[in-house]
């Protein structure tokens, strides 16, 4: 039962006088539940009860949060239909996108109790002492990851599930052992209430300590800023718009205490295509990409919004035949009418722009907050010399840049800004005669698909689902998979310590039976 009242920890509250409702963009109405926003007390009250927690969860067995993680899994499948039917009214996403989501969900949060099952995460090192080394003698040294402390994690508009409040950054923070605040998101408040009393009924049932998990509603910015200027929390998970991510990036930085703010912030993920490519398949690429432009209505942050290709009737004949299959998709729904307004906006601002044609728009009328997808076409020379052009726009929407040479090309893309992915598009052996294409792709990058398309991301350890600014703001690490988990974690080192007083993980005999570097030997014999 959904009551509208944030999670302080294990207890309800609803303190606040501020209130607000979820809205359906199906039926273009407000859903029935007042969910009321969190108080700057409440907001303290719950940082202060995951700092607490903190000095339990960071010690308890890799195992045990293991349990934990598995339990949340359990208790989130045990919502049954609720969570689905709550999910889809709030986000005007079907059935099926919602299930596949919250299978999603659950394999990430059962993939990270596997890891800490195993448990060589942590990348123990060990160096003994040599006692009569000279002209200095040299100590013994032990060095693991470890948690860095509470952690807020904001909840993203386009993955009610899977980003969200037991997503995949609350999964990988919890699994460090770091406590999380989740700062729910507006759109989608129940649908996280929901998420948020499974992980607290498991929380319970495996014994975690009280304040291991809050989840607070806001109905704005506010308890965003509260919660990132908050002194005890230290760092920060954000999938969202380069605005927002930007914002929260500066706040923490400005901190006393600077804190890094892991944030996802979107892409336009660029698509090349060879030349030989397009002479051989521009038809059966054009519908290709009909189909991933406009799925999910274009709200995903590996939408390929630009694709580029050298002048010629390879391409000519790609772009009227995308034009063409895309108009044959039936528009679907956004997830709000304040998404759809921007989508709106955005479109018509790029449409505006000296030089850029429109191929393709959608004209037929659609239902409120239906996306009506657009195809444009530019030059090479006006998108370099105009960096609006370059600017997302969250739907279905795309640009076909066509370049008059290779070295246009290369030049175009070493001026993007930094992206989520870039996919090429070559035949048999033509990759390897642009080596200079791909090297620009690769520095602009932190996924580049081969003959594919971006949208898709599987949750697996070796996807990298981030890239340099502003797709994200720390291009060492992904968002995705279980090596998500080292952005909650730091090195930490043991200096001639006693064997009893060490971690396990350290340890001598090495109890856990974990692969540990033990003097520049990776091994799981014990000293």
Request: include cysteine; charged fraction near 20%.
């Amino acid at each position: 039962m959904i009551t509208g009242k944030n999670y302080i920890g294990n207890q309800l509250s609803a303190e606040g006088e501020t209130n607000y409702k979820t809205f359906n963009p199906q039926l273009n109405i407000e859903n029935p539940v007042e969910f009321t926003e969190a108080t700057t007390q409440e907001i303290d009250r719950a940082v202060t009860l995951a700092s607490e927690a903190f000095k339990a969860y960071r010690n308890i067995s890799g195992l045990r949060k293991a349990e934990f993680l598995d339990v949340i899994a359990d208790e989130i499948l045990d919502l049954g239909e609720e969570l689905i039917e709550m999910y889809c009214s709030e986000s005007g996403l079907p059935k099926g996108r919602a299930e596949g989501e919250r299978a999603r969900t659950i394999w990430q949060l059962r993939s990270f109790a596997d890891l800490l099952k195993e448990g060589s995460w942590v990348e123990a090192s060990i160096d003994t002492a040599i006692p009569d080394r000279t002209p200095n003698p040299k100590p013994d040294l032990r060095k693991m990851l470890v948690p860095i402390g509470p952690v807020v994690v904001f909840g993203a508009s386009n993955f009610p599930l899977a980003y969200s409040t037991a997503g995949g950054d609350t999964a990988a923070a919890l699994a460090a052992g770091c406590p999380v605040i989740v700062k729910s998101h507006p759109m989608h408040s129940g649908t996280g209430e929901l998420v948020a009393s499974a992980v607290i009924m498991a929380a319970e049932k495996t014994g975690m300590p009280n304040g291991v998990f809050s989840n607070l509603n806001s109905s704005g910015i506010e308890v965003g800023v509260q919660l990132v200027e908050h002194p005890q929390v230290k760092a920060v998970g954000f999938t969202g718009s380069i605005k927002g991510g930007r914002a929260l990036f500066d706040l923490a930085s400005k901190r006393p205490e600077p804190i890094p703010v892991f944030a996802e912030m979107g892409s336009i993920n660029p698509v090349v295509l060879l030349p030989q490519a397009l002479e051989e398949r521009a038809e059966s690429l054009a519908k290709t990409y009909a189909n991933s432009v406009t799925l999910g209505t274009g709200q995903f942050c590996t939408n390929p919004g630009l694709i580029l290709g050298i002048k010629s009737s390879g391409l000519n004949h790609f772009i009227e035949t995308l034009s063409e299959e895309i108009l044959k998709i039936e528009p679907s729904c956004m997830l709000h009418p304040n998404i759809k307004g921007a989508y709106d906006r955005n479109k018509e601002s790029a449409i505006q722009q000296d030089g850029l044609k429109v191929t393709a728009n959608y004209a037929d009328e659609v239902q409120v907050n239906y996306a009506q997808q657009t195809v444009t076409t530019v030059d090479g020379k006006v998108f370099l010399e105009n960096p609006t052009l370059h600017q997302e726009v969250f739907g279905p929407f795309t640009m076909v840049v066509q370049c008059e040479h290779i070295e246009q090309l290369e030049k175009l893309i070493l001026k993007l800004e930094g992206q989520l992915t870039a996919t090429l598009i070559a035949e048999d052996g033509e990759a390897a005669e642009y080596p200079q294409i791909i090297s620009a792709l690769q520095n602009r990058v932190g996924r580049l698909i081969y003959n594919g398309v971006p949208t898709g991301v599987e949750v697996c350890p070796s996807m990298v689902h981030g890239g340099p600014f502003p797709a994200s703001t720390d291009s060492r690490f992904t968002a995705v998979g279980v090596n998500s988990i080292k952005r909650w974690v730091r090195p930490f080192c043991f200096q001639n310590w006693p064997d009893q007083l060490l971690p396990d993980e350290l340890k001598n005999d090495n109890p856990l039976n974990i692969s540990r570097l033990v003097n520049n030997i990776q091994t799981k014999s014990k000293l």
